[in-house]
């Protein structure tokens, strides 16, 4: 099972993120890093700051509360694999993105 997210492509800041609702458990950011487009749990796996509000270099976006780095193509911390957040299949549809979150067991 999976439900999806649009987002339109002109609402997510080139080099920055916007921030996703999606439900009381989930809050997507959504980064541009020119024409890609990454999706990931906006909570950072340390203790819940806010990545969208990080600064990104590459692929790697740093936490604002306490520094911890994730890297958004795979969601691990490149210093300490053992910290996750969760990633987001993102499909452009011209001027749409589509974000698939999957749901159920
Ligand atoms: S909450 Fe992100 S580094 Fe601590």
């Known amino acids: 099972m999976e439900r999806d ?5 002109g609402a997510v800041p080139d080099g920055g993120a916007l921030v996703v609702p ?3 458990e989930l809050t997507l950011a959504v ?3 020119g024409e890609r487009f990454y999706a990931v749990d906006n909570a ?13 270099e590459g692929t790697v ?7 911890f780095t994730v890297d958004l193509g795979t969601g691990r911390c490149p210093r300490n694999p053992w910290l996750r957040v ?13 974000i698939v979150i999957p749901t159920g067991p």
């Open 5 to 9: 997210v649009r987002v339109g492509v």
């Open 22 to 24: 999606v439900d009381a």
């Open 31 to 33: 980064f541009r890093l």
């Open 44 to 56: 950072c796996p340390h203790k819940g700051g806010p990545l969208a509000e990080g600064a990104v």
């Open 61 to 67: 976006v740093t936490c604002p509360w306490h520094g």
């Open 86 to 98: 969760r990633t987001f299949a993102v499909a452009r549809e011209d001027d749409t993105l589509r």
